[in-house]
């Protein structure tokens, strides 16, 4: 349950049998029920043959049909295990916050770093500032190659304002929007040199989708910067995961 | 509780706004601490005292101002207390842990300073503490930039008097403190009236260390399994300890722990046996901040110690009690301030001595590094105290934050993810 999205994973040993995803809204709890539903759908199987549920994300408080409730951290680490069991770093930028967490073999958290208080440096500082440029996210790797220009501020509330001085000294608007991504991979990356350098990371989160990010965090990090399929499930997938461990 | 208004009147408070502030503490506390499970019943004493926050023992003290006896309050465990009671008088700890006077402080001060220098301006400012209005003066020290030119705004509305704290511990510092000492001697003798003498500075010693003392006693309970007393109720009676009269403060505390002992020989614990136990080191947390006590213990864990000035530094250094004279005694008692291990020292390796000292002796599973927003001493000293226990193979995660609860969801899911870290 993000602050932005929710998602479900269905899992049978290792194999992904279904997945959904859809707004989280205004009700965690309704959300909840209604995204597990449909990745019961898309499984093809029905909510019977469900096991066990863990719950993560901010909402997980809110769902009251789980069987244990984990943080997105743990789950994160596990579900990034999934796919590259060897990398010792996730990076997972979501709705409202961003963390860096080292793991081990196993999809164990060893250490985590979170942002404090403030929205910056996460989903949601990029969507409020895109949307300042009449831009979606999903258009932002469609842009034309651009220079970055200096944003200097990661408050979302000044960045915007900061963003609006540099459209009206005419400055194109893709090279503001490499100029605000390089700020999120520079602030992202400052977290992550603060617990352990060169190590390769395991990016997940909806922004994760994104390739320019991408580049700029391998370029600001130094290694490799490994995407899973879908970036947006891996915290639901590591639930899944964790449900599948307590049997 | 009795009603105290005209006495808040009188002493020229902001009834409307004071009104709104204590409004909200009963539902707070009740929430907080009286709906613990398996609390001592010794924890009634001390819930009768914060019912009467602000009434009952502001009374006494006024008492104490009718019979010619002087208050005087401070904000740091550095300030020689000893003097003021060898004086007859009472030594108190303001409160500073309050989200409600931050605003009222940044009128004057800026936004980007310490929570805990916000708010105590605010409760001045606003006329919203008792305590500062029955206080002669007030103590500030020179423990960090902020609080140093937040006494120059503070002398504008209240007698401040400012002692000034060495930065390192050589012996230039010790002779510099010593001096610092016999000036606030001179000061209280000059305030009071009264000529302190050895007699009368040895039980103002010997009073002051058996508070610190039942304080250590306290605490001693807290490194058994099961803990026989949840971290928000034992860190509530260090705050109170700063507030209390001391005779009585003893009498009860030293109750509660023949209560805590015996709990403890039944093996009886008011968190389960096994339950994640937790050190939290770093700023203090003056009353009323409980948020990251309350944070920790709803997550199933159980804080044993607080390596702060709201805990172990307030009460594990004492002052030598064997020495006769006057100038040995003033001497002992400006040892004791050098002996204390705060981030305002440098260096400060101390510090990473009693931490991992401590987590051997309250059998810590976990460290939680508090530190109040825009506290340069305690945050940069995190580096070093990291790499001391991470060298030690103890779990450690810091947490910044302020007195208000917005961060509380994001700061619930990173203490649960560092219990489930360290499971």
């Given at each position: 349950m993000?602050?932005?999205?929710a ?9 992904i049998?279904g997945?959904?995803?859809i707004?989280?809204?205004w009700?965690?709890?309704k959300?909840?029920?209604e ?10 199987i029905t909510?019977a ?7 993560t994300g ?20 596990m ?5 590259f ?8 930028i979501?709705?409202q916050?961003?963390k860096?967490i ?5 999809g164990?958290?060893?250490n985590?770093?979170?942002?404090d ?7 949601r ?10 831009l979606?996210l999903d258009?932002l ?9 200096n ?7 000044f960045a915007?304002?900061?963003v ?10 893709e ?6 991504l390089k ?6 990356s ?6 352990q350098?060169n ?8 922004v994760a989708?994104?390739r320019?990010l991408?580049?700029?965090?391998a370029?600001?990090l ?15 997938l590591g639930?899944?995961?964790i449900?599948?461990n307590?049997? | ?8 009147q009188d ?6 706004k004071?009104d709104?502030?204590?409004a909200?503490v009963?539902?707070?506390?009740g929430e907080l601490f ?12 001390f ?8 009434g009952l023992?502001v009374k006494?003290l006024?008492?104490?101002k009718?019979e ?11 300030v020689p ?13 303001l ?5 409600y006077?931050?605003p009222?402080g940044e ?8 929570p ?5 301006l605010g409760f ?6 008792p ?26 509305y209240?007698p401040?008097y400012?002692?000034e704290?060495?930065q ?11 001096k610092?000492?016999?000036k ?7 305030e009071?009236?009264v000529?302190?003498t050895?007699e009368?500075l040895?039980e ?6 058996r508070?610190?003392k039942v ?10 399994d099961?803990?026989p007393?949840s ?15 001391p005779?009585r403060f003893i009498?009860?505390?030293s109750?509660?722990c023949d209560?805590?002992?015996?709990r403890v ?8 046996k096994g339950?994640?136990?937790i ?5 203090p947390?003056?009353l009323?901040?409980?948020?990251m006590?309350h944070?920790?213990?709803?997550s199933g864990a159980v804080v044993?110690?607080e390596?702060?000035c709201?805990?172990t530094?307030?009460f ?5 009690e064997?020495k006769?004279?006057?100038n040995?005694?003033?001497?002992a008692i400006?040892r004791?301030?050098l002996n204390?291990n705060c981030?305002?020292?440098t260096p400060?390796?101390?510090?990473i001595?009693?931490i991992?000292?401590q987590v ?9 590094y ?5 506290c340069?001493?305690y945050?940069?000293?995190?580096h070093?105290?990291?790499?001391a226990l ?7 995660m810091?947490?910044e934050s ?6 509380a969801?994001?700061l619930?899911t990173?203490?649960?993810?560092f ?5």
């Amino acid at each position: 349950m993000g602050s932005t999205a929710a998602k479900a994973v269905l899992l049978k040993d290792k194999k992904i049998l279904g997945w959904a995803m859809i707004p989280t809204g205004w009700s965690p709890q309704k959300a909840g029920e209604e995204v597990l539903q449909r990745a019961v759908d898309a499984a093809g199987i029905t909510a019977a043959d469900i096991h066990r549920v863990v719950g993560t994300g901010y909402g997980r408080v809110a769902l009251d049909f789980l069987d244990k409730a984990v943080t997105e951290i743990s789950c994160h680490a596990m579900g990034a295990n999934y796919y590259f069991p060897e990398n010792k770093m996730v990076i997972d930028i979501g709705g409202q916050d961003s963390k860096v967490i080292l793991v081990n073999k196993q999809g164990k958290v060893i250490n985590f770093l979170m942002n404090d208080k403030c929205a910056a440096g996460t989903g949601r500082f990029l969507q409020v500032t895109v949307n300042g440029l009449g831009l979606e996210l999903d258009q932002l790797d469609r842009l034309p190659p651009a220079e970055p220009v200096n944003i200097n501020s990661m408050c979302t509330v000044f960045a915007e304002s900061e963003v609006i001085s540099l459209l009206a000294a005419g400055t194109a608007k893709e090279s503001i929007v490499a100029g605000l991504l390089k700020s999120i991979a520079k602030r992202v990356s400052t977290m992550a040199g603060s617990i352990q350098e060169n190590v390769n990371v395991t990016f997940t989160g909806g922004v994760a989708q994104n390739r320019l990010l991408r580049e700029m965090l391998a370029r600001e990090l130094g290694v490799e910067v490994m995407v899973p399929p879908v970036p947006q499930i891996i915290g639901a997938l590591g639930a899944a995961i964790i449900a599948r461990n307590i049997g | 509780m009795a009603d105290y208004r005209k006495m808040w009147q009188d002493l020229g408070m902001d009834l409307e706004k004071h009104d709104e502030f204590l409004a909200a503490v009963p539902d707070i506390y009740g929430e907080l601490f009286v709906s613990q499970q398996k609390r001592p019943a010794g924890m009634e004493y001390f819930d009768f005292v914060m019912s009467e926050v602000h009434g009952l023992r502001v009374k006494e003290l006024l008492d104490k101002k009718a019979e010619g006896k002087k208050v005087v309050s401070s904000f740091c465990v550095f300030v020689p207390e000893e003097f003021v009671l060898a004086a007859g008088g009472a030594c108190i700890g303001l409160c500073a842990g309050a989200q409600y006077s931050v605003p009222i402080g940044e009128k004057v001060l800026p936004r980007s300073l310490c929570p805990l220098i916000k708010s105590s301006l605010g409760f001045k400012l606003g006329g919203l503490c008792p305590y500062f209005e029955v206080s002669d003066f007030v103590v500030g020290e020179t423990t960090c930039d902020g609080k140093k030119k937040a006494w120059e705004i503070l002398a504008q509305y209240h007698p401040t008097y400012v002692m000034e704290l060495p930065q390192k511990k050589g012996e230039a510092d010790k002779e510099l403190w010593l001096k610092e000492v016999y000036k606030f001697k001179e000061k209280v003798e000059a305030e009071t009236g009264v000529t302190i003498t050895p007699e009368s500075l040895s039980e103002a010693i010997k009073l002051a260390n058996r508070r610190r003392k039942v304080l250590q006693r306290l605490y001693d309970t807290r490194k058994h399994d099961p803990v026989p007393i949840s971290g928000k109720d034992a860190m509530l009676i260090t705050q109170l300890s700063f507030f209390d009269d001391p005779e009585r403060f003893i009498e009860k505390t030293s109750a509660l722990c023949d209560e805590l002992e015996d709990r403890v020989a039944k093996g009886e614990g008011a968190a389960p046996k096994g339950a994640p136990r937790i050190l939290i080191t770093g700023t203090p947390m003056p009353l009323p901040s409980w948020k990251m006590h309350h944070i920790i213990e709803s997550s199933g864990a159980v804080v044993v110690c607080e390596e702060s000035c709201t805990g172990t530094r307030s009460f594990e250094t004492l002052v030598d009690e064997t020495k006769t004279g006057l100038n040995e005694q003033v001497e002992a008692i400006s040892r004791r301030a050098l002996n204390i291990n705060c981030a305002c020292y440098t260096p400060n390796t101390g510090r990473i001595d009693d931490i991992l000292r401590q987590v051997k002796e309250y059998k810590a599973d976990g460290v939680v590094y508090y530190s109040l927003q825009f506290c340069q001493s305690y945050s940069v000293e995190y580096h070093l105290v990291e790499k001391a226990l991470q060298e030690a193979g103890i779990p450690v995660m810091r947490i910044e934050s302020d007195y208000s609860d917005e961060d509380a969801g994001q700061l619930q899911t990173r203490i649960e993810a560092f219990l489930e870290m360290i499971k």
